[in-house]
């Protein structure tokens, strides 16, 4: 039977209510430890408390007891999350005294600690994750928040474009500025996202926050009864990438690469 949940009025957990250490074995197995702190969000003591992981279609789900006790299961193994691929935690806490199940409280795309912390200076924005694309070179994929996913079975290249995406200014020039693109498309066009929100806990906010490292304005509000702020946000849009190419150098990156192979 499938388990419906009703979403009205649920809080949020935050992130510093919530620690999960990913555990990466030799053999590429992997599990997790989490800590939760949910004592001072005022929810009933027998509501159910639940962290799932996930990825793409990859999905598993574990019981941690209940608010007033919580009770982590033995068995922590993420054997349903493909191997090599990023992980996202969310937690749920749920009270299912109903036929309907009431989610009370919720944080979603949870990056584990251990992970963020190698990338904390870029906040872990952008997980990169090296899958099969098939004829694609590179794509986006959202779950709770943006992942680049690049093609390891490009012909000729092969496990090498792991070193091409770390260092390769061509690489550099002609993805990243597309990717800003997109995500910024992403958030203020096709989400709506208002770009006065500061809740840093949201993926969205934080790429406008990086956006501010390189360009100073001030992302612009759509209001629906004046069209003429959606072609606002597409100048914003354009004069961001435009500034990031600018700080990063990008037409020289690109033109350098084009001196090498003509050389």
Known sequence: MIRRFNYTGRKRINRNQVRIELIIRPDGSRSFDASLKLEDLNLPGQALVFIEAYYDSSYMRFPFGTVGQIRPPSNRELTDID????????????????????I????????????????AKRLCLLPVVFKDLGPAVWRLQYDSRPVLEV?????????????????????????????????????????????????????????????????????????????????????????????FCSVHGVAEKYGSTRQEVLA
């Open 151 to 243: 093609n390891n079975r490009i012909p000729g290249v092969g496990d090498a474009i792991k070193d091409i995406v770390r260092t390769d200014r061509a690489f550099f020039a002609l993805v990243w500025p597309a990717v800003l693109r997109e995500l910024l498309t992403k958030i203020l066009i096709i989400d709506e996202h208002d770009p006065l929100d500061v809740d840093l806990g949201n993926w969205r906010v934080q790429w406008l926050v990086f956006v501010r490292l390189f360009y100073a304005h001030q992302a612009p509000q759509f209001f629906s009864d004046d069209p003429s702020t959606r072609e606002e946000q597409l100048r914003w849009i354009d004069e961001a990438v435009r500034a």
């Open 83 to 102: 191997r090599g691929s990023i992980v996202f935690f969310r937690v749920k806490v749920v009270d299912e005294s109903e036929q309907v199940g009431k």
């Open 104 to 119: 009370l409280a919720e944080a979603d795309g949870i990056v584990p600690h251990n992970m963020e912390s190698v990338s």
